[in-house]
């Protein structure tokens, strides 16, 4: 990639890790495009952070489950700030119960966010993101490990890590790469809603670093994908997680 001013759009980045990731990329001196779905104020006070250092970015409202939605958000960055050099599809949920509870609503709405969702963003990226850019996605370390209660979680995931090596493929001639992050457990309110704190400890000495990730080490990660730097790396998954698998 150019040393030009860049243009990058985060999705779910209102809070948490896609919060994490946009406040890094701006830092980078991308112009980022900070999507959500529905946090408002959350996402605008990310912008307002990355403004107040010096940043440009703006916040965009858009659900990546419906296509139509997402071909807005690429529009609007492009409107604001040019093409599209960088895409990390962050945006996710997760419904955690035994494969025997989870209800149909449950299934499906991780289905639309954390797979569909992702393939929205890949479809769209694969056509307008810049000669040479990135496509970054987030998938998870569970992938591996298949604790209890995570079944259809980790089953949206492994689709998003089966399409991006797919697509590393298929858009390599052009010198996009796609790769993607799997993080494992990490300090954020998704980890912590409806989790004690004995399970969230059992979590911590199940990880031979002894302690819980941080936002800002996949923020980190992806920060190095997004680089020049990382222009050899196409088709993979990097597995964070503090060896826990």
Known sequence: MSSEIKTAIVTGASKGIGAAIARQLAADGFQTVVN???SSREAGDIVSGIEATGG????????????????????RAEAEFGKVDVLVNNAGIGKFSPLSEVSDEDFQQQIAVNLTGTFNGMREGASRV??????INLSTSIIGHYSPGNGVY?????????MTHTLAKELGTRGV?????APGPIATELLFRGRSE???QRLINDIPLGRLGLP???????????SVQS????GQVIRANGGRN
């Open 36 to 38: 959500y779905a529905s």
């Open 231 to 234: 222009g050899w790396i196409n």
């Open 216 to 226: 800002e080490e996949i923020a980190q990660i992806v920060s190095f994908l997004a």
């Open 177 to 181: 790469t796609v790769n993607a992050v």
């Open 154 to 162: 980790a089953a949206t995931k492994a689709g998003v890590e089966a």
């Open 56 to 75: 440009r970015a703006i916040a965009v409202r858009a659900d990546v489950a419906d296509a139509s939605a997402v071909t807005a958000l690429f529009d």
């Open 130 to 135: 810049r000669d040479g850019g990135r496509i």
């Open 198 to 200: 004995a399970l969230i």
